[in-house]
């Protein structure tokens, strides 16, 4: 996803939009997101004196690993965003625009006569995401000891430590 600087700026202030919808792979072209999911990302951009300002939402649903059982789940999100880039001067028409596009992420800055907004809107995606997603607020996980999902069972070696407490609990009673 790019915006276009001249057209932006002859529209002078006005705001030009752009959107996608699609599947991850087809939105950040990589390999780190499993296959499935889907991704909106609708953008308004203007032009003010030296600056481009981005605004915009995403909304996203993909299939996530959740931190304790490992199991995978659907995820919805939605976020929006709000940023300003330093228009700097200096052509970059011969430049990758991935290398562009992390500096437009990473500086705020776009140079030449597009603003690539890929990496930008990967790290707003990335933010927005849990540090330890859960498949439910509860989830119970997997026993360290044998792997067991115990979401779907208790495996033998709870059964035996239960019953371990309960012969302490009965010795205890018993003295
Ligand atoms: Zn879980
Ligand atoms: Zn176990």
Redesign the pocket.
């Given at each position: 996803m790019r915006i276009y600087l001249p057209e932006i700026k002859r529209s002078k202030g006005e705001a030009v939009d752009l959107s996608f919808r699609g599947s991850f792979h087809d939105f950040f072209g990589r390999d780190e997101y499993p296959a499935g999911g889907s991704i909106e990302v609708i953008v308004s951009a203007c032009a003010e004196s030296d600056k481009v300002i981005v605004r915009g939402s995403m909304q996203a649903s993909l299939d996530i690993e959740c931190s304790r059982c490992l199991r995978l789940f659907r995820q919805e999100m939605h976020t929006e965003f709000h940023e300003a880039f330093l228009i700097v001067s200096g052509s970059a028409d011969d430049e990758d625009p991935d290398l562009l596009a992390t500096a437009a992420a990473n500086e705020l800055e776009v140079r030449g006569n597009y603003l690539y907004l890929k990496e930008f809107l990967r790290q707003v995606f990335i933010l927005d995401q849990e540090y330890s997603p859960l498949c439910r607020p509860d989830c119970r996980g997997l026993?360290k000891?044998?792997?067991?999902d115990l979401n779907s069972g208790i495996?033998?070696?709870?059964l035996d430590s239960q019953v371990d407490l309960r012969l302490i609990k009965l010795k205890e009673l018993i003295r």
């Open positions: 026993c000891d044998c792997g067991t495996c033998d070696c709870r």
